[in-house]
């Protein structure tokens, strides 16, 4: 995968403008944003742009306005916390076209830092209307797409403006794109895919993939339990869609094919209730799962299994939770299976890749976010990465 980065650009950016695609939708609460991840990961963007003389623009959507104008999904609500992050003032600009944004840029000096309106007030952006991305355009002297996170969608802010202007990666895109590649573009083997979380519905074309691409498959979380219906098992009450009992048997035939290990749990832990620390809690084989119990987590000796797979791996991409993680103790397996993980990338012996908005959250509980190789804060984006699609925003930067 070859695109162009930062270090492509003159060392001196002085007169130059800059537009440049960032992930501003912010999780917000009481008009503040209770989380300002999406912005820490634009700094070193932005602020290498402006250290080095450019004016910037910064382009991002906020919310699902469809196509007009919503003053509480104006991006001037982040403002406040755009700044705070960046430590610098920046000014907001309630247009993204025409002479409001031409006069704001004659009054910026070389280094100024600019916030453009929602792009997605205006239809053309989703459209991905060629009239409207030549409209912003036409301030710019190039572009840069640091929002991995945005670019599964061809709008003419992720996909349109790189047809336009010289196109380059920011830093947060390259590190996520470096990343991906190392994880399954180009990886060492073998390579272990951990899939969990609720449903197989929502992840079959996931599960399709990985059984092309990698070694060994562990199959956790809800989605187990339909793969161990489809061989027979009785999951009780466990969630569990019976419906798809002949796509898990078809995956697993495919993974035969493919050489492909699948890995189930063979111990798992149940209640006859979902709550914390149930009374009915008890771990059990597989096979004993009673009429009135749920499976939420896998269990102990399965975990310690999949601990020593981990180990004569060399790369692991992970996506969704091995059990119902938010409520204890069926949190125990995926803490634990995300403890080896880290520990085997802190030794050098593994490199590490997890995505999904519940996988962040839950390698966050475990506390080993920061031990990974890369954890990948793209929710949608990185699915369709995982899926094997090519993503049209980072397609516009690598060809
Ligand atoms: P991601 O957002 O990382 O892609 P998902 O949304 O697919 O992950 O799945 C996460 C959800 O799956 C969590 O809310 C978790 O509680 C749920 N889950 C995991 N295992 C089970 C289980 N055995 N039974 C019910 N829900 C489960
Ligand atoms: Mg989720």
């Known amino acids: 995968m070859s695109f162009k980065t930062l270090d492509d650009l003159p060392a001196d950016l002085t007169g130059q403008v800059a537009l440049v695609r960032v992930d501003l939708n912010l999780p917000m609460q009481e008009g503040r944003a209770s989380d300002v991840t999406r912005v820490e990961a634009v700094k070193p963007t932005v602020l290498e742009l402006s250290d080095r003389g450019a004016k910037v623009l910064l382009l991002a959507h906020f919310g699902r306005p469809k196509g007009q104008r919503h003053s509480t999904m104006s991006t001037s609500m ?117 899939v969990g979380g609720a449903k197989v519905s929502t992840k079959l074309d996931v599960l399709e993939q990985m059984v092309r691409k990698v070694q060994h498959l562990v199959i956790g979380g809800g989605m187990a339990n339909t793969f161990l219906a489809a061989r027979g098992v009785n999951v009780g009450k466990s969630l569990c869609e019976h419906d798809l009992a002949a796509t898990a048997n078809r995956i697993m035939d495919e993974a035969d094919h493919a050489g ?68 204890p103790p069926f949190d125990a397996a995926t803490v634990a299976l995300a403890k080896t993980a880290a520990a085997l990338t802190q030794d050098g012996s593994l490199t590490s890749v997890a995505g999904g908005g519940d996988t962040v959250a839950a390698l966050a509980h475990a506390g080993v976010a920061k031990d990974f190789t890369y954890v990948s804060t793209a929710g949608g984006a990185f699915l369709e990465w995982m899926e094997g699609k090519e993503l049209p925003g980072v397609a516009a930067l690598t060809k």
């Not at 797409?145 to 047809?163: P, Q, V």
């Not at 771990?283 to 009429?291: P, S």
Request: hydrophobic share 45%; glycine share 8%.
């Open 260 to 327: 492909c290990t699948v890995h189930l749990p063979y111990d798992v832990v149940v209640a006859k209730e979902f709550a914390a620390n149930p009374a009915s809690l008890r771990t059990c084989n597989v096979h004993e799962v009673a009429g009135d119990e749920m499976i939420l987590d896998v269990g102990p000796q399965a975990v310690e299994a999949l601990g020593d797979v981990l180990k004569t791996c060399r790369t692991l991409v992970w996506n969704g939770p091995m059990g119902a993680f938010e409520t």
């Open 78 to 194: 982040v403002q406040g916390d755009v700044e705070r992050v960046l430590d610098r003032e920046i000014m907001f600009v309630p247009e993204v076209t025409g002479p409001v944004v031409e006069q704001a840029l004659g009054i910026f000096r070389s280094g100024d830092i600019g916030l453009l309106d929602n792009v997605r007030f205006w239809p053309g952006e989703e459209a991905n209307d060629p009239e409207f991305a030549r409209g912003i355009a036409a301030v710019g002297d190039f572009y840069v797409n640091d929002a991995f996170s945005a670019s599964h969608r061809a709008h003419a802010s992720t996909e349109g403006l790189a047809h336009l202007l010289p196109a380059y990666a920011g830093r947060a895109m390259e590190a996520e794109l470096k990343a991906l590649d190392a994880a399954l573009g180009n990886p060492a083997r073998p390579v272990a895919a951990v």
